[in-house]
């Protein structure tokens, strides 16, 4: 946890969660702890799916990395408690292309539209395959 957050590294991610055909909320304020005022360089400020990494020095950080801050499991089958099997699928696409392997492996790059996909093989789901990001972003 950092003071306040790192300058040299500053890249932004978004992130799509769906289970069962809906969206699930990305939380703001993961990786952040107001009480103690510090921060991850990791982090959420608000509830749109967009993580901030913001890190003091350069390092490539990972999708499982965020979901620790997140306190939310992420193996190769599952997502918090929802295991594939039993007509479940879980499947993790980055930039609309499914990323065989493990998810939480997958590298933060700017700009990169991650999408974690969980529920029943013959539910259809639009895997977005980018983000409208907010100019100066």
Do not use: C
């Amino acid at each position: 946890m950092l003071g306040e957050e790192g300058n040299v590294e500053h890249i932004h991610v978004h992130l799509d969660v769906i289970v069962n055909g809906k969206p699930v909320a990305v939380p703001g304020n993961i990786g952040i702890d107001q009480k103690a005022q510090q921060i991850s360089p990791l982090h959420t400020h608000v509830v749109n799916g967009v993580i901030h990494v913001e890190s003091p020095g350069k390092a490539l950080f990972s999708l499982g990395q965020f979901m620790t801050e997140w306190d939310v499991a992420l193996t190769p089958d599952s997502i918090g408690g929802l295991k594939a099997g039993g007509g479940n699928e879980f499947h993790a696409y980055v930039n609309g292309k499914e990323r065989p392997g493990n998810p939480a492996a997958i590298e933060l790059r700017n700009h990169d539209e991650i999408a974690l996909v969980y529920g029943p093989a013959d539910v259809k789901v639009d895997v977005p395959s980018s983000y409208d990001w907010p100019k100066g972003k």
